[in-house]
């Protein structure tokens, strides 16, 4: 069966430090992989999503940046954080033959 | 491109009433995908059902049902007989067969109350 990973599971960072959040799925191979943040009490936003490694689609400008290293290891990044990059952070998967997408335990980041 | 609306923000019920979510969409694809997901306080989105678009038969599943139709762009979620552990946030979600990408709506947050 597939299980995705994702840690830490909770954040706190000063304003302006870096930041790298990382993602790994087990038991699948070439899944799409994608990013969501979500803040308090809100929706989800796409943030990045992958088809293979080293294809990155940005959904949204900002100072976030994602890679995918391995087939099946997505990292989100930061070179600077602000305050507004607070929020809960959940990384999914889906299979090549589409339909739905399985989520993360997710990580929750503080920035202070 | 696609939008799904999910109109009620938050239902609080009492143990044991029946709740129904609302989920309205848009889409000019004619194959797609409609999902339901979970969100309880803990915070993983848990995947609830999938539902194709040329499949409009209802579903039951326990104490959960879905009622999909086309006609009106509606996939309703209805929980019988609530339980204080139904209480989350219930995100509605779309994506054309053909693409990699869901459309989220804002969610509707379920309180059961004992």
């Known amino acids: 069966s597939q299980t995705i990973h994702q840690w830490p599971a909770t954040l706190v960072q000063p304003v302006g430090s870096p930041l790298s959040l990382e993602c790994t799925v087990e038991?699948?191979?070439?899944?799409?992989l994608y990013w969501y943040r979500q803040a308090a009490g809100r929706g989800l936003q796409l943030l990045f999503y992958?088809?293979?490694?080293?294809?990155i689609s940005s959904e949204v400008p900002q100072n976030l940046s994602a890679s995918r290293p391995q087939d099946r290891q997505f990292i989100l990044s930061s070179k600077k954080l602000l305050l507004s990059d607070s929020g809960f952070y959940l990384c999914a998967w889906m299979g090549k033959r589409g339909g739905e997408q399985y989520f993360g335990p997710g990580t929750r980041l503080t920035v202070t | 491109a696609q939008k799904v609306t999910q109109a009620q923000t938050e239902i609080s019920v009492v143990e044991k009433e029946d709740v129904t979510l609302d989920c309205v969409y848009e889409?000019?694809?004619?194959?797609?995908?409609l999902f339901w997901y979970k969100q309880p306080p803990s915070g993983e989105l848990v995947f609830l059902i999938r539902r194709n678009s040329f499949d409009e038969q209802n579903e039951i599943s326990g104490r959960y049902s879905w009622n999909f139709q086309k006609s009106t762009s509606s996939f309703n979620f209805t929980i019988t007989a609530s339980q204080v552990v139904d209480s989350a946030v219930y995100f509605c979600?779309?994506?054309?067969?053909?693409?990699?990408?869901?459309?989220f709506g804002a969610g509707t947050t379920v309180t059961v109350r004992a």
């Open positions: 979600a779309l994506t054309p067969s053909n693409d990699y990408k869901l459309s």
């Open positions: 992958s088809v293979g490694i080293g294809q």
């Open positions: 889409t000019r694809d004619t194959t797609y995908y």
């Open positions: 038991g699948t191979s070439n899944p799409n």
